[in-house]
């Protein structure tokens, strides 16, 4: 059996933090910036896995008045050169995700299968239903881009994979992003309606100060898959660079990542040890005593229980307070000592 990636195993298991490095194209079609790219990543053990966006065959994306078109094609990478920059970032560690742009790069992930660990389907073609045809029986994880994109349009695309290993990446797209686009609540109630995990893709300005705040906020808000995209140097004028950090940042981000990931919990009512030293009735809760004597035999008034801290541990609850009411004293008790059902009849 085929060894689990890091990349299933975090759609799996949300206590798994994970990071995705996403190149897009700044790398400008240099093949030499994309390598330095990788080697960067894994030299600062900035991520788990790397995206990258794979064009084949630009005229079945564009037609060629779109104002993208010129400046893609000269940033294509042949097969040839997707398959070795693959495999550079396999032997670096990495997974690899890939984004399929057309459909001939879909066909190329399934003969290159053993190299990539999900493919994604960008929102802008997220109920194009060439791709979704093409796509739906691969062998990997799917990961659907779902920024701008209404309820129906995602229902569309899920039904129509009918899988259950799909990601939903939330991400708005016109970026770089202002806060108040981003709706971090969508991300649950997306996750509650589908029953299926939601990465966050964050599109912050490379350069606002509150860049790591918002990452981070992102991934508190319960996604444990979150992307960002990098380049070698911050900040400089490349295409797709507007939200793209260096190595350093991305690995800054995934160490305060694992460290938050700590305080997430699994969202258990169970009280745990630790809180449970606080949950002591008497020395750190407030635990029912008598406000006055209390003779043995006497029935119990409210006027004859009171609420105090005490130095002494005590096995009632608060809530039981009414229950004692009417019941009888087994044994003298004195002002301010503990009641509790041991001297108290039931």
């Given at each position: 059996?085929?060894?689990?990636?890091?990349?299933?195993?975090?759609?799996?298991?949300?206590?798994?933090?994970?990071?995705?490095?996403?190149?897009?194209?700044?790398?400008?079609?240099?093949?030499?910036?994309?390598?330095?790219?990788?080697?960067?990543?894994?030299?600062?053990?900035?991520?788990?896995?790397?995206?990258?966006?794979?064009?084949?065959?630009?005229?079945?994306?564009?037609?060629?008045?779109?104002?993208?078109?010129?400046?893609?094609?000269?940033?294509?990478?042949?097969?040839?050169?997707?398959?070795?920059?693959?495999?550079?970032?396999?032997?670096?560690?990495?997974?690899?995700?890939?984004?399929?742009?057309?459909?001939?790069?879909?066909?190329?992930?399934?003969?290159?299968?053993?190299?990539?660990?999900?493919?994604?389907?960008?929102?802008?073609?997220?109920?194009?239903?060439?791709?979704?045809?093409?796509?739906?029986?691969?062998?990997?994880?799917?990961?659907?881009?779902?920024?701008?994109?209404?309820?129906?349009?995602?229902?569309?695309?899920?039904?129509?994979?009918?899988?259950?290993?799909?990601?939903?990446?939330?991400?708005?797209?016109?970026?770089?992003?202002?806060?108040?686009?981003?709706?971090?609540?969508?991300?649950?109630?997306?996750?509650?309606?589908?029953?299926?995990?939601?990465?966050?893709?964050?599109?912050?300005?490379?350069?606002?100060?509150?860049?790591?705040?918002?990452?981070?906020?992102?991934?508190?808000?319960?996604?444990?898959?979150?992307?960002k995209h990098v380049a070698l140097e911050a900040g400089k004028k490349r295409t797709d660079y507007d939200a793209a950090v260096s190595a350093e940042s991305l690995r800054e981000i995934r160490?305060?990542?694992?460290?938050?990931?700590?305080?997430?919990?699994?969202?258990?009512?169970?009280?745990?040890?630790?809180?449970?030293?606080?949950?002591?009735?008497?020395?750190?809760?407030?635990?029912?005593?008598?406000?006055?004597?209390?003779?043995?035999?006497?029935?119990?008034?409210?006027?004859?229980?009171?609420?105090?801290?005490?130095?002494?541990?005590?096995?009632?609850?608060?809530?039981?307070?009414?229950?004692?009411?009417?019941?009888?004293?087994?044994?003298?008790?004195?002002?301010?000592?503990?009641?509790?059902?041991?001297?108290?009849?039931?």
């Amino acid at each position: 059996m085929a060894k689990k990636s890091r990349f299933k195993e975090a759609m799996e298991d949300e206590n798994c933090p994970y990071i995705i490095g996403e190149t897009a194209y700044i790398h400008e079609g240099n093949f030499s910036y994309m390598n330095r790219l990788i080697h960067s990543l894994a030299s600062k053990k900035s991520c788990d896995g790397v995206k990258f966006h794979i064009m084949i065959d630009i005229d079945s994306y564009f037609t060629k008045d779109h104002p993208a078109y010129s400046i893609i094609k000269k940033s294509m990478f042949s097969k040839s050169q997707w398959i070795m920059i693959l495999e550079k970032a396999k032997s670096s560690g990495f997974d690899n995700i890939v984004l399929a742009d057309d459909l001939y790069s879909i066909d190329f992930v399934k003969e290159n299968v053993d190299l990539v660990d999900a493919v994604e389907i960008h929102a802008v073609a997220l109920n194009n239903i060439e791709m979704l045809e093409r796509v739906k029986g691969i062998k990997v994880p799917i990961i659907l881009g779902i920024g701008g994109s209404g309820i129906k349009d995602i229902e569309f695309a899920v039904k129509f994979l009918d899988r259950k290993d799909i990601l939903l990446m939330h991400g708005f797209q016109n970026y770089p992003t202002r806060y108040e686009y981003i709706n971090f609540r969508r991300m649950q109630k997306i996750k509650e309606k589908f029953g299926l995990p939601v990465g966050y893709a964050d599109h912050t300005a490379w350069d606002d100060k509150n860049n790591e705040l918002m990452t981070l906020a992102g991934f508190m808000a319960g996604p444990n898959i979150i992307e960002k995209h990098v380049a070698l140097e911050a900040g400089k004028k490349r295409t797709d660079y507007d939200a793209a950090v260096s190595a350093e940042s991305l690995r800054e981000i995934r160490g305060k990542m694992g460290i938050l990931n700590k305080a997430k919990g699994d969202g258990s009512f169970e009280i745990s040890d630790y809180e449970n030293i606080y949950a002591r009735k008497g020395p750190m809760k407030f635990t029912i005593v008598a406000a006055g004597d209390i003779k043995k035999g006497s029935s119990i008034g409210k006027k004859d229980l009171a609420f105090r801290r005490t130095k002494k541990e005590n096995t009632i609850e608060q809530r039981e307070f009414f229950s004692l009411i009417g019941k009888k004293a087994k044994e003298p008790i004195k002002k301010y000592s503990l009641i509790s059902w041991r001297n108290v009849e039931k």
